[in-house]
């Protein structure tokens, strides 16, 4: 193993090794760790009709009650006597307060919720409260982490009550990227990775949906774009991928749909080859001409009608420019307009913010190195990175960035290798 496999495999283990120790330091299992949590020493039983009450009548906290029963009792039978319980142990329901009818999903939503359980006015529920129904699945979730299926009282049971759990969001974005391009997932895989991906709580998914290697998804204004997808069979239809926004919304989720351009764009060709610089040279996508930016156009004018949240990802990292001097016409472009290849990049990348803008979208690209202009700006969202993977977008911008502009930093990369 080489010297950076090994620092690698260090860094990973003492990771690993701080959250178990972590996680022994305290009996509280519950992920992520609340704000603030306070427990007791008792024990408490839901019964077996065990319901819930709301203020607020809404089809997703009906939905997501439901789910969390069936998640909690994993198919069991309930068919302890209760009878033989003490009526002071048993919890009938959960009572839900939400304070505001706002029932729109987006960047920043308030997810912060209160949970009591027993309730000290209502000792046989659970209380739990929210500003609004996201903050309310949050609350579920973690009232789901407090419950077991006990095969000794054959019931559904809460250890270390009472609890009175606080919790907010430290991060308004906590995203988890699923690629579709190099791996074809089908629709029931992604619906179940909406699922994993609300057991911990998370908000984002980021579907970087085409790539080089295959453009899956239906465009209605370019309708030969998914000729580039990997086989017929391996397509998500504009009926599709408004199912999977909605799914992952009704879980409190926004989809982060992606586009990459100008680079990783080969496939965008199989259906429009004039997409392409060239038959021999088939990326970054063909600068000089209109079409391309009518084709981008057309992607985020579709893209509005299914993808709702307020941003945008448009890739923008890893471009290869050498297509654009190697290929006559193009070197011919870039000259008429007196433009090196880094200016053509710029060109491109900021021509492509301003489409989106134009739809309504705020706009997240890759990048990597911080510069003195996006230091200044307001938001972003980063990764941490391990490995020396750099990406070059907006090394050279100034100011030249729409303000909007969000950017995700650093990949997390661990390699580890033997040799």
């Known amino acids: 193993m080489g010297k950076m496999g090994s620092e690698m495999l260090i860094y990973v283990l003492l990771l690993m090794a701080g959250v178990l120790a972590s996680g022994q330091s305290s009996p509280v299992k519950i992920w992520p760790m609340p704000a603030s949590v306070s427990y007791g020493h008792t024990h408490l ?11 607020y009548g809404s089809e997703i906290l009906k939905d997501a009650f439901d789910r969390m029963l069936a998640l909690i009792k994993l198919d069991h039978v309930i068919d302890a006597n209760f009878s033989a319980f003490n009526s002071s142990s048993l919890l009938q329901g ?10 729109q999903l987006q960047y920043g939503v308030d997810e912060s919720y209160k949970l009591i359980v027993p309730s000290p006015e209502k000792p046989a529920y659970a209380h739990l409260e929210a500003k609004t129904v996201y903050g309310a699945l949050q609350g579920l979730q973690t009232f789901s982490q407090l419950c077991y299926f006990s095969v000794t009282s054959r019931v559904l049971q809460i250890d270390m009550s009472p609890w009175t759990i606080i919790d907010q969001p430290r991060f308004s974005y906590r995203g988890l990227l699923i690629d579709t391009s190099r791996h074809y997932l089908p629709v029931p895989v992604i619906k179940k990775v909406i699922d994993s991906m609300s057991y911990a709580k998370l908000n984002v998914m980021h579907w970087h949906i085409v790539d080089t290697q295959s453009f899956p998804l239906e465009i209605p204004s370019y309708p030969k774009l998914w000729d580039g997808a990997y086989s ?6 504009v009926a599709d991928a408004a199912d999977i926004v909605s799914y992952a919304q009704k879980r409190g989720i926004n989809v982060l749909a992606e586009i990459d351009v100008p680079g990783h764009a ?6 429009y080859p004039s997409l392409w610089p ?11 001409n209109e079409f391309t930016f009518k084709v981008i156009d057309g992607i985020l004018s579709d893209f509005s009608k299914i993808f709702n949240f307020k941003f945008v990802h448009l890739g923008g990292d890893e471009v290869n420019t050498s297509c654009w001097t190697t290929t006559p016409r193009i070197r011919n472009w870039l000259k008429k307009h ?3 290849e880094s200016q053509a990049y710029q060109y491109f990348v900021l021509r492509a913010q301003n489409i989106a803008l134009s739809h309504g979208y705020e706009i997240i690209n890759w990048y990597s190195s911080y510069t003195s202009y996006l230091a200044k700006q307001q938001y972003y969202t980063s990764y941490s990175h ?3 993977h750099r990406e070059e977008t907006f090394n050279d911008f100034g100011n030249k960035l729409s303000r909007k502009t969000v950017v995700h930093n650093w990949y997390l990369l661990i390699f580890i290798t033997q040799t």
């Open 266 to 271: 080969l496939s965008w060709g199989t259906g």
């Open 94 to 103: 959960l009572h839900i307060i939400i304070s505001s009818p706002n029932g």
């Open 278 to 288: 060239s038959k021999d040279c088939q990326q970054p996508l063909d600068i000089s």
């Open 338 to 340: 007196g433009m090196n």
């Open 232 to 237: 017929p069979s391996e397509r998500y239809t």
């Open 386 to 388: 391990i490995e020396h």
């Open 45 to 55: 039983y839901l019964t077996s009709d065990f319901g819930f009450s709301s203020n």
